[in-house]
């Protein structure tokens, strides 16, 4: 396992972990945050382009298919992040809008915010091992 792969599991882990619980704590916030920016599509094009670098920097600086779980786990968050970021940019602010109500982001809160959760713990306790 390479120390790239080790800090950015670090990184990304404790970043999950910390967003998970602080939006956990906060669900009407959070919700209302992101209805606002889904309401604000220069705020979106911004958000998405910030994505999309993240995204794209994760690709060139650790793209690595061997190695064990946690590389290919990160490798695929970068991909991840990447492809999301594209697809919506492509998206015009009427289609974002159906798509974030075709997934029930206020019904499903807790288990889109557990998903990150599990996966923050899975990376930051792998990182942290190894």
């Known amino acids: 396992m390479t ?7 670090k ?3 404790l970043y999950c972990i910390i967003v998970a619980l ?3 704590s906060r669900k009407q916030a959070a919700v209302a945050a992101i209805e606002s920016l889904i309401a604000n599509p220069p705020l979106v094009l911004l958000v998405e382009v910030l994505g999309l670098a993240c995204g794209l920097a994760m690709i060139i600086g650790h ?3 061997s190695g064990g779980a946690l590389a290919v786990v990160v490798t695929l968050i970068g991909w991840l992040m990447a492809i999301r970021g594209a697809v919506l ?9 159906k798509l974030f109500r075709g997934l029930k982001y206020e019904k ?3 288990v889109y915010t557990a998903g990150t959760l599990i ?3 899975y990376l930051t306790v792998a990182a942290f091992r190894g």
Do not use: D
């Not at 120390?3 to 599991?9: E, G, K, P, S």
């Not at 940019?89 to 809008?97: D, F, K, T, Y």
């Open 11 to 13: 990184l990304i882990g």
């Open 89 to 97: 940019l492509a998206l015009s602010p009427e289609a974002m809008a």
């Open 108 to 110: 499903y809160f807790y």
């Open 119 to 121: 996966l923050g713990i």
């Open 3 to 9: 120390q790239l792969t080790i800090f950015l599991a």
């Open 63 to 65: 793209n690595i298919w």
């Open 22 to 24: 602080t939006m956990m």
